[in-house]
């Protein structure tokens, strides 16, 4: 299979049906870590579009697939920012639209074909603050160094580990929490 590396590698080479490659690797995982801000998935997609009109306009030389992998979620997280500062809202969602928020990222977690134990483990992380939901994504989920995480939250080495710590700690409550040993996830 593939890697993006190589995909956006013949992009910039001028293959542009190359970029279409690079989407489909990545757009799953981007929308869900943009998602885990925005707490709205048609504001998520639009984040996630505009992160990679962003990688298709600036065209950065990259080395590694992490690479790739980390500026995309780098733009990610900065577009979430802003977005939820222009948004400045606090809106108590109605049933509904909370349960179309449910339907939907059900559906993308089983496009992803995500066991039983990783769909518990990614419900349990939404109850997480999103400084824990964010470094444990990176880190196990998109499997990113803590370097590049340090990077991609804009904080020190030292600072991203000391935050995995405490957010795995706060995940394992909640799951003990919730019934599940540990071990099953």
Not at 96 to 104: A, G, M, R, S, V
Not at 154 to 170: D, H, L, M
Request: aromatic fraction near 8%; include cysteine; hydrophobic fraction near 40%.
């Amino acid at each position: 299979m593939e890697n993006g590396l190589d995909s956006y590698l013949r992009f910039l080479e001028g293959d542009q049906s190359a970029l279409k490659t690079v989407v489909e690797l990545y757009w799953d995982d981007m929308l869900l870590f943009t998602n885990g801000y925005v707490q709205n998935l048609s504001d998520a997609e639009d984040i996630a579009q505009e992160a990679l009109i962003r990688l298709s306009i600036k065209r950065p030389r990259l080395v590694h697939e992490n690479q790739l992998k980390a500026y995309l979620f780098k733009i990610c997280r900065n577009l979430s920012i802003n977005h939820l500062k222009k948004q400045k809202r606090h809106i108590d969602m109605s049933q509904e639209l909370t349960e179309n928020i449910e339907d939907d990222m059900q559906k993308i977690e089983a496009r992803m074909e995500l066991k039983d134990s990783a769909q518990a483990l990614h419900h349990a992380m939404r109850k997480l603050k999103l400084e824990y939901r964010e470094i444990l994504y990176l880190r196990y989920f998109e499997q990113l160094t803590i370097p590049e995480c340090a990077r991609i939250m804009k904080c020190t080495e030292r600072q991203a580990t000391a935050v995995g710590y405490q957010a795995r700690q706060a995940l394992r409550k909640i799951l003990e929490k919730e019934g599940y040993s540990i071990e099953n996830i």
